[in-house]
């Protein structure tokens, strides 16, 4: 009876410690579970107070232009081939691959005796045929004075009167081989009919040259002024052909890479059809070059200056972002330093400056990077756009890269 009683007793104790164990365990995991809920909240009640770092750029007033970016390669404005237009040895070159010469410069001389000579016959023969024409003039005269007197027949005064039409017709055929032989021989010193740079020595002194050779002696580029002849999408063709009507539309060239300034122009010629292949049309600009800036081949970016807006509204291009309801910007508000939420209309987004028409007003604050860690209200630690952040907000740069302005 009582081994029954203490076995009893023992089953009901250890019933109790083990309720009073599972009651401690889930005490103890609702703690936990509290904790675990409330402990972020805790912690991010300072978190939030926190200013975000960003960098911002004040809205400001100025001149934009707008510009009509293309691809284009440099042209002279004339090239020529120097070629002999007769057979003979080249004899000298008045030359140098690379120089620059003025028009009318000689450039080469080709043996000029062959055709000397020639002159020299074609005047000689002349000579003879004037002196021949001279004593028949005289034999006329006598002739009609003797058939006035009817001592000689009318008809021997006639034939005389013809013969010296003949020689007369002859004097003119012996001018017209003076006059030729005189071209050949001109043809001999060859000079330049344009002003420009000599390109290579194509023929060498000493070597026969002939006026059918199809390569030439060499070629000679006029490189000032030069042109840059471009292409642009045919949706701008009438905005520029307003332009044009309007005055002088002005060009720049830059490198290919469009690293490097090169020149400044004016644009002079649209072509007289736009390609239906591409959907672009052809534009010629002029520039001066005296300094070679400009290299004939040369591929080139070309931009033609449209118009320029006059005292616009502008923000930095990374300042504007694009949401559902259309562009906005974040704006910090003084003294508090809290951004808004603006949003905005926007004439034109540049790879760097946008044109505000609508939304913000000169002076105004506009987050430029670090957009992707602000919410509307939240308070910002705003630096000018042209400090670098410290390393700790390094984040917020990259944060701000990427989720940069859609255009």
Do not use: C
């Given at each position: ?5 203490r076995?009893a007793?023992a ?10 164990g599972?009651?401690?365990?889930v005490?103890f995991?609702g703690?936990l ?8 909240a805790?912690?991010a009640?300072p978190?939030q107070q926190?200013?975000?770092?960003v960098?911002?750029a004040?809205?400001?007033r100025?001149?934009?232009p707008?510009?009509?970016q ?15 237009r ?10 140098t691959?690379g120089?620059?010469i003025?028009?009318g ?15 020299d016959q074609?005047?000689?023969k002349?000579a003879q045929d004037?002196?021949?024409?001279a004593n028949a003039q005289?034999?006329l005269?006598?002739y009609?004075?003797l058939?006035?007197r ?20 002859q004097i003119?055929g012996?001018?017209?081989l003076i006059?030729?032989?005189q ?7 060859i000079?330049?009919?344009?002003g ?16 059918t050779d199809?390569?030439g002696i ?6 000032d ?11 701008r ?8 009507a309007?005055?002088?539309?002005a060009?720049?060239?830059n ?8 020149k400044?122009?004016?644009?002079k ?5 736009v390609?239906p292949a591409?959907?672009?049309?052809r534009?010629k ?17 070309a931009e033609v200056?449209?118009?320029?807006d006059?005292g616009a ?6 300042a504007?972002?694009?949401?559902a309801?259309g562009?906005y910007?974040y704006?910090?508000?003084a003294?508090?330093?809290?951004v ?6 926007a004439a034109r ?12 007003k ?5 987050v430029?990077s670090?957009?992707?860690?602000v ?8 630096r000018p756009?042209?400090q670098?952040?410290?390393?700790g907000?390094?984040?917020a ?6 989720g940069g302005?859609?255009r």
């Amino acid at each position: 009876m009582d081994h029954s009683s203490r076995s009893a007793r023992a089953l009901t104790a250890a019933r109790s410690l083990t309720v009073a164990g599972i009651l401690a365990g889930v005490v103890f995991a609702g703690s936990l579970w509290i904790q675990s809920a409330g402990g972020p909240a805790k912690a991010a009640a300072p978190s939030q107070q926190q200013p975000v770092p960003v960098t911002v750029a004040p809205v400001t007033r100025q001149d934009v232009p707008l510009w009509l970016q293309g691809i284009g390669t440099v042209q002279a404005v004339s090239t020529v081939t120097i070629r002999s237009r007769v057979d003979g040895e080249l004899q000298n070159a008045f030359f140098t691959e690379g120089q620059t010469i003025k028009a009318g410069d000689p450039l080469v001389q080709i043996d000029p005796r062959p055709f000397q000579a020639a002159l020299d016959q074609a005047s000689a023969k002349k000579a003879q045929d004037e002196a021949q024409l001279a004593n028949a003039q005289r034999d006329l005269t006598r002739y009609e004075a003797l058939a006035q007197r009817d001592f000689s027949s009318r008809q021997q005064a006639d034939t005389q009167k013809a013969e010296v039409a003949q020689l007369q017709a002859q004097i003119k055929g012996d001018q017209a081989l003076i006059d030729n032989a005189q071209v050949q021989l001109g043809y001999t010193l060859i000079r330049s009919p344009i002003g420009g740079r000599a390109g290579f020595e194509l023929v060498d002194p000493g070597n026969i040259v002939h006026a059918t050779d199809a390569n030439g002696i060499l070629v000679v580029t006029q490189t000032d002024p030069i042109t840059v002849v471009f292409t642009l999408p045919e949706d701008r063709l009438h905005d520029i052909v307003d332009a044009m009507a309007q005055g002088t539309v002005a060009v720049s060239i830059n490198s290919r890479d469009n690293q490097r300034h090169l020149k400044d122009g004016v644009l002079k010629v649209i072509d007289n059809q736009v390609d239906p292949a591409t959907g672009t049309i052809r534009m010629k600009a002029l520039f001066p070059n005296a300094d070679n800036a400009l290299w004939p081949g040369e591929f080139v970016t070309a931009e033609v200056l449209l118009h320029t807006d006059h005292g616009a509204l502008t923000v930095p291009s990374a300042a504007v972002q694009r949401g559902a309801s259309g562009l906005y910007v974040y704006v910090v508000a003084a003294p508090d330093e809290r951004v808004e939420l603006r949003t905005v209309k926007a004439a034109r987004l540049g790879p760097q400056t946008a044109v505000v028409t609508d939304g913000l007003k000169e002076g105004e604050r506009v987050v430029v990077s670090g957009q992707l860690k602000v919410q509307p209200g939240a308070r910002v630690d705003a630096r000018p756009a042209d400090q670098p952040l410290l390393v700790g907000q390094q984040d917020a740069r990259q944060d701000a890269g990427q989720g940069g302005p859609a255009r």
